[in-house]
């Protein structure tokens, strides 16, 4: 690992609708491998390590499992610096819950811009494709953001590229807020400059 540097640690949390793979795409990135059952009651919160872009990345990523309900928890919303929007591409319904997640994101985060990206899973089954691609990259420039096709199934570089670019939007955003802070300290150093500059002009009249 010599020349590269830190960059950090960031919590994901991956969301979508029951049965669109989920679990089976974190455990694809992260091990590389398939697993055909899950338990869709079961969330869990998985730690790694890799290096992106030279940088050596700390992630958390919370696995929201199939229950619906869990996308409207508060507390994983608030926890997370970035989010993955998963739906089936033989699922239209799977499709539909993308705008309504990130419109519940906006809400929750309160931010002009959350970082997210999306995934459409199981294009392995392009036989009984309910999404078009076109369609996938339509929500995706509408919502400002990366978009993947995928299958967990067959694996593909996609997955982990999907990983890798959602670290990468969350960084230029935080570079981008520390970037704003800095501004905003400078103008409030300034004021305050000027403030006591305009004490001593009153003291002297």
Same mark, same amino acid.
């Given at each position: ?109 309160? &931010?002009?811009?959350? +970082?997210?990206?999306?995934? =459409?899973?199981? /294009? ?5 494709? %309910?999404?078009?691609? $076109? ?10 953001? &990366?978009?993947?096709? +995928?299958?967990?199934?067959? =694996?593909?570089? /996609? ?5 890798? %670019?959602?670290?990468? $939007? ?14 905003? +300290? ?20």
């Amino acid at each position: 690992m010599s020349g590269k540097t830190g960059g950090g640690e960031y919590r994901l949390v991956v969301l979508g609708r029951t049965g669109v793979g989920k679990s089976a795409t974190v455990v694809r990135y992260l091990t590389k491998r398939f697993i055909y059952e899950y338990d869709p009651t079961l969330e869990f919160t998985y730690r790694h390590q890799t290096s992106i872009d030279d940088e050596v990345v700390t992630m958390e990523i919370l696995d929201t499992a199939g229950q619906e309900e869990t996308i409207h928890r508060e507390g994983h919303i608030r926890w997370a610096d970035g989010f993955l929007l998963i739906y089936s591409i033989t699922d239209r319904k799977s499709f539909e819950d993308i705008v309504q997640i990130k419109n519940y994101l906006d809400e929750i985060k309160k &931010a002009r811009n959350v +970082s997210l990206v999306i995934i =459409g899973n199981k /294009n392995d089954l392009d036989h009984i494709r %309910e999404v078009s691609l $076109e369609e996938g990259e339509k929500c995706a420039q509408d919502l400002a953001c &990366a978009f993947f096709e +995928s299958s967990a199934c067959s =694996g593909d570089e /996609n997955i982990r590229e999907a990983f890798h %670019e959602l670290y990468r $939007e969350v960084r230029r955003r935080k570079a981008i807020e520390n970037g704003k802070g800095r501004r905003r +300290s400078s103008i409030q150093q300034m004021k305050q400059v000027l403030n006591k500059t305009f004490t001593k002009i009153n003291n002297r009249q």
